[in-house]
């Protein structure tokens, strides 16, 4: 049998291996033959090279260089890690110079006792906190409620929307996020009244906080807030409940309760899981990537994963200490969540950083003394990668933009009220994030248009929640209202089309809860809807997917988008749905795979567009007038110029009666481009522009004295075209 030589203090001891032993065995015995060995000076390295397996339980003795006669020598403590690499190009390396790493200055903090004492506590009783979800009996009942097989199916067909680098336990990890906040957990701004059941905004009054009844307190529940009922006038209490497994009785909260309930979820399914708590008044969850090695940031509340930059970025929030704990670590992650570090840095004034940095260190010190010393190396070289990765977002260059789009949003989860009170609905969107500027950046050859128009710019997550809100009202009819499936499959959908490219496969599945709520839900609650369909437009398996029912659709948005259907809701309504039919449309006609399916439709569509330039909002008539475009565009396309001398006509007529300067210029530009662009193509349509022409002369001049140079560039060439 091979042997080999253990070293520990200058003493050695011949030990016999089999090669194919993993390490957890090898520890065993190296306890076997040095009894009095403390656990904290198991670190192993053979030729002076650290052997720290990835893995205790599966790493061979002999994947690691380990052979007959080799010579291990036990160490008091771990070796220094190398320093992480960077892949650079070849030419690159030769000639780099070694990066230094950015200064920034440390606050000056002085010593306070009653704030050291403060985060003390704080980081404890937060430690503490963590090793609830590592209990097996909570673990068991978790595992009961998750349909996990469910999820499993959906990850695999998602398998081809997922972002790259992502393994099944990532894909499925997704699911469950979506999965949790769709299906499994509620927000609540303002409890239902346990009286009278009314849950309506505005309906509880906050009477202020309470202390908690020891039933509350048993579970954890530190504060209790306090309403009262405007229908009823009885008294509501809402414990904020921190047990997670009273959370799986309530299943309701805000971010404490959610964090709280989702971390331990994970925990619970195999991941590696962390309580992140926001010294700013957030919490959420970080989850080990095996495959990634690297911990992802997971938002239960926002259905997000991996965008850690959203708090910064998106909500505006001033980061200060944001750290992570699970039973076995407490790390200050902060730089993780952070491109503004000396902003950061600034605002840590609580303790100072050697304070806290060495305050972590004991606390880690002692929790890792208690684990067997199998687990000590992996540990400690994923903590090295980690701590690598936290220094390398120093180096990040300000000038650059690296957030990803779900990264640059508003906070989705809270009333609006609540979020601005709080100041994280995010920055307000300019028109062009609308989709409602006209034709963008065209300073040249306007006509014929050279390209069609896209509205691809919206909050998916925002309007999901739209959709779900009118889904729970008692407008939506019960036999119309979405299924908990349905809701899911949405969310997969909105998932799918927020991240992953054009091309990406969308089962049908996903697309029919959207099909079947358009023909029957009220009026006033389609405009998410019609944003969700409109979107996903931009991807071709669900292009190919609405052309098959377009006939029946276009029918359907044609009658919504009439007068007699916009009277039945208020006038912001209207609009609203208005505007999305609009974009629908312009969105259909930009697709080759719909397009040729709205063909018998195009008089129907620039028809129901000119009738929403006449009596809707500007955002609503803008869109109608890129739609418009489109429709131009399309015929023009088709070589069918049948109807294009009427509509060439109509679009001149309608320009004639718009006043100017007052009416949108972007309106104006869009009539005068798509007029051009079938007198561009079609001679019927031409000799129908020249007898329109003249009666038009008086809002040319007006607009030509706007001095807006892309419209006068419009102007000049459709006057080029139609005298030509």
């Known amino acids: 049998m091979p042997s080999i030589t253990i070293e520990y203090l200058g003493e050695k001891h011949e030990l016999e291996v089999e ?15 040095i009894p009095n060995l403390p656990p904290e000076k198991q670190f192993l390295s053979l030729n002076g090279k650290s052997l720290i397996p990835a893995n205790v339980e599966t790493t061979t003795l002999e994947s690691q260089g380990i052979k007959s006669g080799s010579h291990l020598v036990v ?42 004492q403060n985060m003390t506590r704080r980081i404890e009783s937060s430690f503490v906190h963590t090793r609830r979800f590592e209990d097996p009996a909570l673990q068991n009942r978790i595992r009961a409620l998750v349909p996990l097989k469910e999820l499993e199916a959906r990850s695999k067909s998602a398998d081809a929307s997922s972002p790259p680098g992502y393994d099944a336990r990532d894909r499925l990890l997704l699911q469950i996020l979506h999965w949790f906040k769709n299906s499994f957990f509620k927000w609540v701004n ?26 509350e307190l048993r579970w954890e529940a530190f504060m209790t807030e306090v309403y009262s009922c405007k229908s009823c006038g009885s008294i509501t209490r809402f414990p904020r409940y921190n047990h997670p497994e009273k959370l799986l009785e309530t299943r309701c909260g805000r971010c404490g309760e959610w964090a709280n309930c989702f971390t331990a979820l994970c925990r619970a399914l195999g991941y590696e899981a962390r309580h992140v708590i926001d010294w700013t008044d957030h919490v959420w969850t970080e989850v080990y990537s095996s495959s990634q090695k690297r911990w992802m940031h997971a938002d239960s509340c926002e259905d997000k994963l991996d965008a850690p930059l959203m708090y910064e970025s998106g909500w505006g929030k001033k980061l200060s200490y944001v750290l992570a704990f699970s039973a076995f670590e407490v790390v200050d992650v902060t730089k993780r969540y952070t491109r503004k570090w000396q902003e950061v840095l600034d605002r840590r004034s609580l303790v100072s950083e050697e304070w806290l940095e060495k305050k972590l260190d004991l606390m880690n010190q002692m929790v890792m003394s208690s684990l067997p010393p199998m687990v000590w190396d992996p540990m400690i070289q994923r903590k090295q990668l980690e701590q690598n990765e936290l220094e390398e977002t120093l180096f990040y260059d300000p000038s650059a933009s690296e957030e990803k789009p779900e990264e640059q949003e508003g906070r989705i989860s809270g009333s609006k009220e609540w979020k601005d009170s709080r100041g994280e609905s995010g920055k307000p969107k300019p028109a062009i994030e609308d989709g409602t500027c006209a034709v963008p950046g065209r300073t040249s050859a306007h006509i014929p248009v050279a390209s069609y128009q896209l509205a691809d710019k919206t909050n998916l997550d925002a309007v999901l929640a739209k959709v779900k809100e ?78 098959g029912k377009m006939g029946i659709v276009a029918m359907r948005f044609l009658i919504f988008s009439s007068a007699a259907a916009a009277a039945s809701a208020t006038p912001e309504v209207a609009s609203a749905n208005a505007m999305m039919i609009m974009r629908f449309f312009s969105n259909a006609l930009a697709s080759s795979a719909s397009r040729g399916s709205l063909s018998k439709f195009l008089v129907q569509i620039v028809d129901a567009a000119l009738g929403v330039i006449t009596r809707c909002s500007k955002n609503a008539k803008q869109s109608a007038a890129i739609c418009i475009v489109n429709a131009s565009k399309c015929i023009a396309d088709s070589n069918d110029g049948s109807h294009a001398a009427n509509i060439a006509s109509k679009l001149l007529s309608h320009f004639k009666t718009m006043q100017v300067p007052a009416e949108d210029t972007e309106v104006l530009y869009c009539l005068i481009v798509a007029a051009g662009t079938l007198a561009e193509k079609f001679p019927a349509a031409k000799q129908a522009v020249r007898e329109v022409a003249p009666s038009i002369t008086g809002n040319v001049d007006s607009v030509k004295k706007l001095g807006i140079q892309k419209l006068q560039e419009a102007i000049s060439e459709f006057e080029n075209v139609t005298t030509t």
């Open 470 to 547: 009118f889904n729970a009202s008692t407008t939506i009819p019960e036999k119309s209202k979405l299924s908990p499936a349905d809701i899911e499959a949405l969310a997969s959908l909105s998932t799918t089309l927020r991240t992953s490219p054009p091309t990406t496969k969308i089962p049908s599945e996903q697309l029919a809860p959207v099909e079947r709520s358009i023909s029957s839900w009220p009026f006033p609650n389609l405009f998410p809807l019609l944003d969700i369909s409109r979107i996903s437009l931009l991807n071709t398996s669900a292009a190919e997917f609405w052309a």
């Open 19 to 33: 090669l194919d032993d993993t390490f957890e065995i090898l520890h065993l015995q190296i306890h076997s033959v």
């Open 75 to 116: 160490s008091d403590s771990p070796p220094a890690p190398a320093p992480a690499s960077r892949p650079t190009e070849p030419t690159k390396q030769l000639n780099a110079k070694p990066r230094q790493r950015p200064q920034f200055r440390l606050p000056v903090v002085a010593a306070n006792p009653a704030n050291q």
């Open 190 to 215: 303002q409890p239902p009244c346990s009286m009278c059941g009314k849950d309506e905004a505005n309906n509880m009054i906050p009477m202020g906080g309470s202390q908690p009844t020891p039933e």
